[in-house]
Each structure stands twice: as structure tokens, then as C-alpha cells.
């Protein structure tokens, strides 16, 4: 009986371990408009002292993005970066637009799961599991998709026309590591001896795609 006691106890423990660390930590005040100006280093943002319904508003999310990249797509975020009024809420959107045949190419976010609801077109969508498990659907306007914190995911536009969504996280700044140009893009680079043995290839091939994937200098 005390062993069962004892077991029910961890679960409970264990249960609410998970539940605080899941998002972002819960706010201990009303508001924290962040101070972005601040050279004080915290986990997330100080607060500010003068604050207006400003620093609650934005309409970067109200217009298109431009998708003339090579990715033919781009991500808008409104985070706390963007909206300081966000800091200790732990919420976050982000506006993804796609051209024709655009893709928004594997990543992750370490800090949140992100959920997309499609403003207009068709996507292909997917996550990947630790057990190299892929999930993926096709989705329309209306519809809505889940990716979990941390895993691997993607979308892609293989309509003819453009495509867009709305993406909520649960984080004031989710974060997004990029795969491709997390390892072939990295500042100092990864050296290429463990990028060919990782992806099997030679060095030449290892250092076209770093080229293609390099930070483009303005003239």
C-alpha cells in the first residue's frame, strides 16, 4: 500500500513538472511590456516602465510577404521582438506566405509547438519523430495542423497559385534552427570532414551547397 502511495506521488510530482515546462513560465504580474533597449540579460526581456496600447498592437501580420527568394516562401513573425507587450505571456504568431511551389524548408523551434491555420491555397505539411517516423497531410484553407516542440517540420506549396497561414506558438519567441542552414551555414562553419562522413558525400558537394547557403554580402 505505501509502495502505491509512494508511486502515486511521482505521477503527481512528475505530472506537474511537465505541465510547468511545457511553454513559457507563467507571469507573476499583470503585464511586462518588454524593454528591448535594455542591456540587462534575463530570460526573456525586463520590463519597461511606460507603457501604452502601443506596445499591445501590430499589424505586421495584416500584408503579404514578399516570396521572391529561393525558398519561395517567407515567415513574418510577431513576437515579442516585434510586439513587447507579448514578454511573459508566452504566445507568439507568425504570417508564413508561400509562392507557387514555395517551401518553408525543415526546421525546428526548440521553445514551442506551433499550430498553423491555412488563410488561403493548399500545403503539404509534416513532422518527423525521434523514431524517423514521418506524419504529413495535405491541408487547405480552414484546416489546421500541429507540430510538436522540437521536431523536425516543414511545409510546402505544390498548388498553382499562393498560399498562406497563420502559425500560434506557445512561446514569446519560439526560436527556429533551420536545418540546412544550421549545418551548412553555421558562423564559424562546421568543418566539412563531419559533414561528409554525416551525409555521405564528398567535399565538393559539402562545399556547393555551403556556397549556395552562404549569408549573401551587399555590393
Not at 17 to 44: E, F, W, Y
Not at 172 to 181: D, F, H, M, N, R
Amino acid at each position: 500500500m505505501e509502495a502505491v502511495k509512494t508511486l502515486l506521488l511521482f505521477v503527481v510530482v512528475l505530472a506537474v513538472a511537465l505541465s510547468v515546462s511545457i511553454a513559457d513560465p507563467d507571469l507573476l504580474q499583470d503585464v511586462c511590456v518588454a524593454d528591448l533597449t535594455s542591456a540587462v540579460k534575463v530570460n526573456g526581456f525586463p520590463c519597461k516602465s511606460n507603457i501604452s496600447e502601443m506596445d499591445f498592437f501590430s499589424d505586421i501580420l495584416a500584408k503579404p510577404g514578399a516570396t521572391n527568394n529561393s525558398m519561395g516562401s517567407l515567415v513574418t513573425g510577431a513576437n515579442v521582438q516585434k510586439v513587447p507587450g507579448l514578454n511573459t505571456l508566452g504566445v507568439s504568431l507568425s504570417r508564413i506566405d508561400y509562392a507557387p511551389g514555395g517551401l518553408n524548408p525543415p526546421h525546428t523551434h526548440p521553445r514551442a509547438t506551433e499550430v498553423v491555420f491555412v488563410l488561403k491555397g493548399q500545403l503539404d505539411v509534416g513532422f518527423i519523430t525521434t523514431a524517423n517516423v514521418l506524419i504529413s497531410k495535405s491541408i487547405k484553407k480552414g484546416e489546421v495542423f500541429v507540430f510538436p516542440r522540437g521536431l523536425v517540420h516543414f511545409q510546402k506549396n505544390n498548388g498553382k497559385v499562393g498560399a498562406a497561414v497563420i502559425a500560434a506558438f506557445n512561446s514569446q519567441l519560439p526560436g527556429t534552427q533551420s536545418i540546412a542552414a544550421t549545418l551548412f551555414a553555421a558562423s564559424p562553419p562546421v568543418p566539412d570532414h563531419v559533414l561528409t562522413k554525416a551525409f555521405q558525400v564528398g567535399t565538393k558537394e559539402v562545399e556547393k551547397i555551403k556556397s549556395r547557403l552562404a549569408p549573401k554580402t551587399k555590393k
